[in-house]
């Protein structure tokens, strides 16, 4: 997908959106916002700072409309920015590496012992998309689960029955 940068800009405000808001809804709102600061839209008096506020809010809004149009890489921008707010107001408790984490047959995921007395769980879905800040299902603390290609490697073995 998009790289990192990506995430430095709230998309959904460059649209003028709600994220939760439907996939027409979005639509509507690029459209309606590309034509606004579409080039040819620009008055060619205008001066050289108008004109290149304008080509950057243009270029924005089709980089938030390429992201936000396609259900895959849309998904994985919201994942990685409920990650970054996690990350910025979430108190860590440890940090350890997926291999850490034990399978739980009965809940479908890995867990790991919260020093509450509580659970940090991780689905198969969290794993694919290394999801690194995991919540404590009792209290406010979280978990960073670190990767690695060796326990990515294995996790696929134990999926596929290798």
């Not at 309606?32 to 050289?48: A, E, F, G, M, R």
């Not at 659970?119 to 290394?130: F, W």
Request: net charge negative.
């Amino acid at each position: 997908m998009a790289d990192k940068a990506d995430f430095s800009e709230d998309l959904y405000a460059i649209l003028e959106v709600h994220p939760n808001a439907p996939q027409e809804e979005i639509k509507k709102c690029y459209q309606k916002k590309i034509l606004q600061y579409h080039p040819d839209k620009v008055d060619p008096n205008s001066s050289s700072d108008v004109k290149h506020n304008s080509m950057t809010m243009y270029s924005a809004i089709d980089k938030a409309w390429q992201i936000l149009s396609n259900p895959a890489t849309k998904k994985e921008y919201d994942s990685r920015v409920k990650e970054e707010k996690l990350n910025a107001s979430l108190p860590i408790y440890d940090t350890v590496p997926l291999d850490d984490l034990d399978w739980d047959e009965e809940l479908d995921c890995y867990c790991y012992p919260c020093r509450c007395g509580g659970e940090y769980a991780i689905t198969e879905a969290d794993v694919d998309e290394q999801i690194e800040l995991v919540c404590c299902d009792t209290c406010t603390l979280g978990l960073r689960v670190i990767y690695s290609e060796e326990s990515l490697t294995r996790k696929s073995e134990v999926d596929t029955g290798s």
